[in-house]
């Protein structure tokens, strides 16, 4: 079952009404949550980052190696988000993504993240 799926059931609520992704993401990504990096060839790296503040508009991200904050707006997550199920089945490298987002380790994990929980 694909995150789609699984985000769609989830999302439904009472007389088919539906929510949005981002609301989603809003009620499931509290501050202090740490997320593991993950891709599809190597699975979990050894490293983490924090989520520190999700709104309307942004995530943003704690990462240990990173210089400062990394905040990804929530179109860049939205682009991403929309390919997700073709890169789980190797339709896209993460190479396309690193070309579409300079964030692209931080939206696969917490993409993964997501399909780990709705599970």
Same mark, same amino acid.
């Not at 009472?14 to 499931?28: A, E, I, S, V």
């Given at each position: 079952?694909? /995150?789609?799926?699984?985000?769609?059931?989830?999302?439904? $609520?009472?007389? #088919?009404?539906? &929510?949005?992704?981002?609301?989603?993401? !809003?009620?499931?990504?509290?501050?202090? /949550?740490?997320?593991?990096?993950?891709?599809?060839?190597? $699975?979990?790296? #050894?490293?983490? &980052?924090?989520?520190?503040?999700?709104? !309307?508009?942004?995530?943003?991200?704690?990462?240990p190696k990173a210089k400062s904050l990394q905040r990804i707006s929530r179109d860049e997550f939205e682009k991403i988000a929309e390919i997700w199920p073709a890169y789980k089945a190797g339709c896209v490298q993460r190479q396309q993504i690193r070309e579409m987002t300079f964030h692209s380790k931080y939206i696969l994990s917490i993409l993964h993240w997501l399909d780990e929980i709705i599970k």
């Open positions: 079952m694909s /995150i789609f799926t699984n985000i769609h059931n989830l999302f439904t $609520g009472k007389g #088919g009404q539906m &929510f949005t992704y981002w609301d989603t993401l !809003q009620k499931k990504l509290k501050p202090g /949550i740490n997320i593991r990096n993950w891709t599809i060839l190597k $699975g979990y790296l #050894g490293d983490s &980052f924090q989520l520190s503040h999700v709104d !309307q508009n942004e995530i943003v991200i704690q990462s």
